[in-house]
């Protein structure tokens, strides 16, 4: 398995396309993030220091890296399906399949080979930018831990793109439509589970809730109650990373005047779905506002990421095995 | 087995000593409404090189795939050295290897890497893929190609590269799936003498040809296949066509042929003054026919079987089975 994993790696990297596109990318976030350092330096609040209007400076490390891991995941629901959508296909049709099947290598052991090989090029696509994560611990305000966290969440979502990849390649003929099929997925987990919570809105129940209020009389308005509709939401591999990032430590009271962090942002927005309706109302300041954090959405969400991933690998290996007894309409084995 | 209903009569097939190398019982396979297998009764003996001819889409592509241990039949059983492919891919593909009609080939490696990443597939001891890789290449003459990526190399090159990645793992059953077809007379040659090599080994070869004469040479045994079924296993000697059928031969002389051959009696055609096509029962007519011939001061510079032995019993099998 290790030889075949050796020599798929050396075939995906031995063209010059495979590093053009990985200085590419690179680029491509390098200039991202510099756009939005120089973006987030100058959104900076004016306050008053020493009775002079000022700038705040406050560190731009959080914006910058939340910021970084944001693209980062946007251009890997780009590439990473591609480097498994036509693989076991691709190979059928080159007729290198059947021969690999013929040895002693189990369905198992193909999968795998196929799929760590892809993940070892993800990882390279990663790898590449640490230099700028480095730049961003350096300006301040991001902890290690918080990288860390970040950089593993990143790799299992890109795993379970790739184990997608893979079934969608070994179960439809056509390497055009697998890789159609894998698209497909990932835009049903970004895009898709957006607009499925959305519309489940429409569909979620009112309630009359009192809303007590800081000063003054307290009123009773209607809610939505979203219940179990946030689970829609939560397979969101961007909500799964914002939300599983180890949030930056501001005590409660201390007002911050520096630009926002994105994956803050999207956590506190993905964690609010999970307040019961009295807490849902956000509209006035003087609102009596949640003390507690809404328990998390990432497990969940996590969790029924893990689960495709388990089915489709589960399903491509039990695919493979031989004999084949039954083949997709047209397929030959060799 | 053989037909009842062919129409010339051919000899029982030899009756195997020892444990055939192949057996197949009632196999059968469908694709949908095709059934590319109806049936297949075969008994191959170990050691042999064994020739399966029969036409395209008679079915030999879907035997060696069932054989292979690739693809599960819908009825029968098939075993290789006493073990059931369809139960135990994995011990077959230990002793079988198996070279499809049209493969492809990692065009980003080089033909040493492609070789040693199959000697890894068939899990051969680490320090060995290295060596055989080199081994195999000397052995199909590729060693002077052994860094040249794969992809530059011409078809006669690929197959037998394709050859010993066949038998990377020093298989006792080989199985071909026309390996011919495509290869000029000399690459045809060079696959001869690798086949001829394994059967001095002591490998069981089994090779597939819609193409009857190019496997004359290099077989032992002959089974013939027609839509789906095994329709009779010969030695090559045995064939009908080459001792008691009818053959047909290009004439041809310095002068008229016609006067002789005419007063001789025997049936022919005319092609031109100088060319006939004979029609000679045996092959002692046929040297017969010459000596007489040459008695009349016929200047004879040409006289040729039509066809091969395989086609003739071939056609006469086919046209047997479809009246
Ligand atoms: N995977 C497949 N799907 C559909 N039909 C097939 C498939 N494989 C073989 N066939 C059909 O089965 C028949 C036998 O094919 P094959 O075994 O390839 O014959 P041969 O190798 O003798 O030319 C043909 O009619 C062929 O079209
Ligand atoms: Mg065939």
Not at chain 1, 131 to 156: A, F, K, M, N, Q
Not at chain 1, 167 to 190: E, I, K
Not at chain 2, 134 to 157: C, K, M, Y
Request: glycine share 8%; hydrophobic share 45%; proline share 7%.
């Amino acid at each position: 398995m290790n030889a075949l994993i050796r020599s798929d790696l050396k075939q995906r990297t031995r063209g010059k396309r495979w590093w053009i596109l990985l200085a590419l990318w690179t680029l491509l976030l390098l200039a991202l993030l510099a756009f939005v350092r120089s973006a987030a330096v100058r959104s900076q609040q004016f306050v008053s220091i020493e009775g002079q209007l000022r700038q705040a400076r406050e560190p731009v490390g959080p914006t910058m890296f939340g910021s970084l891991m944001l693209f980062t995941l946007i251009l890997a629901c780009l590439i990473v399906p591609s480097l498994t959508s036509t693989t076991i296909n691709g190979e059928r049709e080159r007729g290198t399949f059947a021969v690999l099947q013929a040895t002693m290598l189990r369905p198992w052991e193909i999968f795998f080979a196929k799929f760590f090989s892809a993940l070892a090029t993800t990882g390279a696509f990663l790898l590449a930018t640490v230099p700028l994560t480095l730049w961003c611990l350096s300006e301040g305000g991001v902890d290690v831990t918080r990288v860390v966290v970040t950089y593993l969440i990143l790799v299992l979502l890109c795993a379970v793109l790739l184990a997608v990849g893979l079934m969608t390649s070994t179960f439809l003929r056509r390497p055009a439509l697998s890789a159609v099929a894998s698209y497909g997925v990932v835009f049903a987990l970004t895009l898709g589970s957006l607009i499925i919570f959305g519309l489940s809105l429409v569909t979620a129940p009112t309630e009359e809730v009192t809303i007590e209020v800081r000063r003054g009389p307290d009123f009773t308005t209607e809610q939505q109650v979203i219940g179990w509709r946030w689970l829609l939401l939560a397979p969101n591999p961007f909500v799964v990373l914002a939300d599983a990032a180890p949030r930056r430590e501001v005590p409660r009271d201390q007002l911050t005047f520096g630009a926002p962090d994105p994956l803050a942002a999207i956590r506190d927005g993905a964690r609010a779905i999970r307040r019961p309706p009295e807490m849902q109302f956000g509209g006035r300041a003087e609102v009596v506002g949640p003390e507690e954090e809404p328990p998390a959405v990432w497990p969940a969400g996590m969790a029924i990421e893990l689960a495709l991933a388990l089915g489709a690998g589960y399903l491509t290996i039990r695919r493979l095995r031989i004999p084949a007894h039954r083949l997709a309409p047209g397929q030959r084995v060799a | 087995m053989s037909d009842s209903s062919t129409a010339i009569t051919m000899p029982p097939p030899p009756s195997p000593d020892g444990m055939p190398a192949i057996r197949t019982e009632g196999l059968g396979r469908s694709f949908g409404s095709v059934h590319a297998l109806n049936g297949f009764d075969v008994s191959l003996p170990a050691g042999e090189v064994c020739a399966l001819v029969g036409p395209n889409g008679s079915g030999k592509t879907t035997l060696l795939l069932i054989l292979a241990g690739l693809l599960g039949p819908d009825r029968g059983t098939a075993s290789l050295g006493g073990i059931n492919p369809t139960d135990h891919p994995f011990e077959v593909h230990r002793i079988v290897g198996w070279m499809p009609d049209f493969f492809g080939t990692y065009d980003d490696l080089t033909s040493f890497e492609y070789l040693e990443l199959f000697g890894a597939a068939y899990k051969l001891p680490v320090n060995q893929r290295a060596p055989r890789a080199r081994e195999l290449l000397h052995l199909v003459g590729l060693e002077p190609l052994a860094s040249s990526p794969v992809h530059t190399l011409s078809r006669g090159q690929k197959q037998r590269l394709g050859f010993a990645r066949s038998i990377v793992h020093s298989p006792t059953i080989l199985l071909l799936d026309e390996p011919a077809s495509g290869l000029d007379p000399r690459a045809r040659i060079e696959l001869r003498d690798l086949v001829r090599r394994q059967k001095r080994d002591g490998v069981t070869v089994v090779i597939s040809s819609h193409i009857l004469t190019e496997l004359e040479e290099m077989s032992d045994i002959v089974a013939f296949v027609d839509r789906g079924t095994c329709r009779g296993v010969y030695p090559l000697a045995e064939l009908p066509s080459t001792s008691t059928m009818g053959r047909r031969y290009r004439l041809r002389a310095l002068g008229s042929v016609e006067p002789a051959l005419g007063a001789l009696g025997c049936t022919w055609e005319r092609v031109s003054d100088e060319r006939a096509v004979v029609e000679i029962a045996t092959e002692e007519a046929a040297a017969d026919l010459v000596a007489q011939l040459v008695a009349r001061s016929v200047r004879v510079v040409e006289m040729t079987p039509i066809g091969g032995g395989l086609e003739d019993a071939f056609l006469a099998m086919d046209q047997g089975g479809r009246s």
